[in-house]
């Protein structure tokens, strides 16, 4: 191997060395754990892909699969929305103090998780936090936002506070690279502002929007931090299978079953995977 050859592993050496240490290294030892069964009586064994069958036939997982799936299809969407009407707002040059106006929105962003979930937790609280005292001082009765029926909606408004301003900037960055003549020659056809964010700014969109989308799929199969840090004030409503990763926490943690708690794990890896694949390639190509 050349001197020249040479150079190009000393810059990316590093980096794969890393890469290899915290990403690959997990992933491995986690499949490699899948495929073992550690008893009380017989220690540990070999049982091949028994663990992904017991996987595919356990209720608990499915139910939390199907909770972080309803999630996406609700949260997400929302969000998103949100997050466009921001973006094309503080693009179009009419809003006033935009530069404040976008700081503020982004603010959220820099919350910690663990701070933001209990911040709004406290607030929830109807024996403690704001929902309460609107009830002790207008003499009424609100629906309790940490009850089993609603803890769903209330950690995906929690979410939603939390990345809406990320998500408007990965979406505002796209407005900026659209070329101005484009805007100009529209005016000068006569288009108004609707006719030209649904002819040039929507379309300029879609990758950005791509992404933004991408992320949040990853981000709604991994929710994890939020129903944690809430199931201190609401521990009747968030189980231990709320969410697939707080599935695989409470059995590697709490029921001490580390090789399934590793199989769930890398199933909803595999899952995230596929699904955001899936939807990547299907935007892409309509995109085409």
């Known amino acids: 191997m050349t001197r020249r050859s040479w150079i190009g592993w000393q810059f990316t050496g590093p980096f794969l060395a890393v890469f290899g240490l915290v990403f690959l290294a997990p992933i491995a030892y986690a499949a490699y754990l899948s495929v073992f069964r550690t008893r009380l009586v017989g220690g540990t064994s070999f049982v091949g892909f028994e663990n992904y069958t017991k996987v595919f036939g356990d209720p608990q997982f499915w139910e939390a699969l199907t909770r972080v799936s309803l999630f996406l299809l609700v949260q997400v969407p929302i969000m998103l929305g949100l997050a466009l009407l921001v973006a094309l707002a503080i693009d179009s040059g009419r809003l006033y103090g935009a530069g404040f106006f976008r700081v503020a929105v982004f603010l959220p962003y820099a919350v910690p998780a663990v701070v933001a979930a209990l911040m709004w937790g406290f607030l929830y609280g109807t024996r403690f936090g704001l929902v309460g005292n609107i009830n002790e001082l207008f003499g009424v009765t609100l629906p309790d936002p940490l009850s089993p029926d609603l803890i769903l909606a209330s ?28 805007y100009e020659a529209a005016a000068i056809d006569g288009a108004g502002q609707f006719r030209i964010i649904r002819a040039i700014k929507l379309p300029a969109l879609r990758g950005p929007l791509v992404v933004a989308t991408v992320f949040s799929i990853i981000g709604s199969f991994q929710l994890f931090n939020e129903p944690q840090i809430l199931d201190t004030l609401a521990p009747n409503s968030i189980t231990t299978y709320f969410t697939p990763n707080i599935y695989a926490y409470q059995l590697s943690f709490a029921g001490q079953q580390v090789n399934y708690s590793a199989t769930v794990a890398l199933v909803m890896g595999l899952a995230t995977m596929v699904v955001a694949y899936l939807f990547q390639g299907r935007a892409l190509k309509g995109a085409a």
């Open 155 to 182: 950690i995906g408004n929690i979410v939603t506070w939390e990345f809406v301003g990320y998500n408007m900037l990965i979406l505002y960055s796209g407005l900026r690279v659209v070329d101005t003549a484009l």
